[in-house]
């Protein structure tokens, strides 16, 4: 990611969007799952270890669910960015300037068009290492369509250097 990131949105910014509602099925499966094996064996122990397990399950559901809800995809005069993070030590913003971009992709399968939840990639022309790779993302497609729509208005206006 490009070092000197801007940690808010400036200018006019235009927001793609964030996760789809199929992000959250792992998560609530997976507490769908883990309540019963791990809250009924605590229960029989003891009521108030079966409580604190309760307590610390709801709560790691809950911090899953504010984390992908964390995720704000948007473009500026600068680049593209994607925001998360929930705690203030893993909240900030990663993204590529447009004069690095290479291309946004996103990857259709048939469940990705049914649920119009798709994976995206936007691809940094000199590294691997500094790409958005986001899955589960709303209109992933029409998001593409907007950054390279965008990208290739800045290069036919020789906005980029």
Do not use: C
């Given at each position: 990611?490009?070092?000197?990131?801007?940690?808010?949105?400036?200018?006019?910014?235009?927001?793609?969007?964030?996760?789809?509602?199929?992000?959250?099925?792992?998560?609530?499966?997976?507490?769908l799952?883990?309540?019963?094996?791990?809250?009924?064996?605590?229960?029989?122990?003891?009521?108030?270890?079966?409580?604190?397990?309760?307590?610390?399950?709801?709560?790691?559901?809950?911090?899953?669910?504010?984390?992908?809800?964390?995720?704000?995809?948007?473009?500026?005069?600068?680049?593209?960015?994607?925001?998360?993070?929930?705690?203030?030590?893993?909240?900030?913003?990663?993204?590529?300037?447009?004069?690095?971009?290479?291309?946004?992709?996103?990857?259709?399968?048939?469940w990705?068009?049914?649920?119009?939840?798709?994976?995206?990639?936007?691809?940094?022309?000199?590294?691997?290492?500094?790409?958005?790779?986001?899955?589960?993302?709303?209109?992933?497609?029409?998001?593409?369509?907007?950054?390279?729509?965008?990208?290739?208005?800045?290069?036919?206006?020789?906005?980029?250097?």
């Amino acid at each position: 990611m490009d070092q000197d990131n801007a940690p808010a949105m400036t200018g006019s910014v235009t927001r793609l969007g964030g996760k789809s509602w199929t992000a959250y099925v792992g998560t609530v499966l997976l507490a769908l799952v883990l309540l019963p094996i791990a809250v009924w064996p605590a229960w029989q122990a003891h009521w108030a270890v079966g409580l604190g397990v309760l307590a610390l399950v709801l709560a790691w559901v809950v911090y899953k669910v504010l984390t992908l809800r964390s995720f704000r995809l948007y473009y500026d005069d600068v680049g593209v960015w994607v925001y998360s993070g929930v705690l203030p030590w893993n909240r900030g913003v990663a993204g590529v300037k447009w004069r690095d971009l290479d291309e946004a992709v996103y990857f259709q399968t048939f469940w990705s068009w049914l649920f119009k939840s798709y994976r995206m990639r936007i691809a940094h022309r000199f590294t691997k290492s500094s790409e958005i790779v986001l899955s589960h993302m709303a209109h992933g497609n029409e998001s593409v369509m907007a950054i390279n729509g965008r990208h290739h208005e800045m290069v036919r206006g020789q906005a980029l250097g």
